[in-house]
């Protein structure tokens, strides 16, 4: 079975662009979950999305959006960036909502670089 | 107090010894604990869960949880230097719809 997959691997964009990460779950699993990770703040919840609604959402600014498809695909979307949005954006799919016993299961990441 | 809370290390044990991880965490936070192993620059992987208390085991590794004293830890036995990476621990808080947050992590290094 195929891993959580996120595209692009890396990204270069310079302040005040807008960027939108994808991600496609595992096959059969209905949450997406977004983390950003950096070296000082760490994994830091931004959302979790099921059956395509909003579920949850940590403490980013309205900058930060996203969206889930019917498919469970998931895409977020970062607009105005700023150089302290640089880090490595993790999207994490579970078999139901995450607070169940279903563990999230990471994808690779995209590396966002602001310049 | 964070909510879930990891010393960040590094940790340096020998190879064969046993490192142990610890983590504690607030009221806030259910009793379902999660543990993920990061290698530099990879994304994380489940490790273990573990939902109630006591001790868990699988292979070598045993994840704990003591919910008296709100901690949770993890043991590997006979450390590998392949054993060498970040261990995040994460928690669930449910009372916020239900979100993942992890610990900062902790870096351990096992020498040959």
């Known amino acids: 079975k195929a891993g959580v997959t996120q595209t692009p691997r890396y990204l270069i964009k310079t302040r005040g662009q807008q960027v939108t990460l994808s991600c496609s779950p595992i096959?059969?699993?209905?949450?997406v979950s977004w983390y950003q990770q950096t070296p000082g703040q760490g994994l830091q919840f931004l959302f979790e999305y099921f059956s395509e609604t909003q579920r949850n959402k940590g403490n980013f600014p309205g900058r930060f959006s996203g969206r889930q498809f019917s498919n469970s695909r998931s895409e977020m979307n970062v607009s105005t960036l700023e150089l302290g949005d640089s880090a490595l954006y993790l999207c994490?799919?579970?078999?139901?909502?995450?607070?169940?016993?279903?563990?999230?299961?990471f994808g690779n990441g995209t590396r966002l670089t602001v310049t | 107090q964070k909510e879930v809370e990891q010393n960040s290390g590094p940790l340096s044990v020998p190879e064969g010894a046993i490192a142990s991880l610890n983590c504690t965490y607030s009221?806030?936070?259910?009793?379902?604990f999660f543990w993920y192993r990061q290698y530099s620059g990879k994304s994380p992987e489940l490790i273990m869960s573990i939902y109630s208390n006591g001790d868990k085991e699988d292979g070598r590794f045993t994840a704990q949880l003591n919910k008296a004293s709100q901690y949770v830890s993890l043991l590997i036995r006979d450390s590998q230097p392949s054993d060498s990476a970040t261990y995040l621990c994460?928690?669930?808080?449910?009372?916020?719809?239900?979100?993942?947050?992890f610990g900062q992590g902790t870096e351990l290094s096992v020498k040959p």
């Open positions: 994490a799919s579970s078999l139901t909502r995450t607070g169940g016993n279903s563990p999230l299961h």
């Open positions: 994460a928690g669930v808080i449910y009372n916020q719809g239900g979100k993942l947050i």
């Open positions: 096959s059969g699993h209905r949450s």
């Open positions: 009221d806030r936070v259910s009793q379902s």
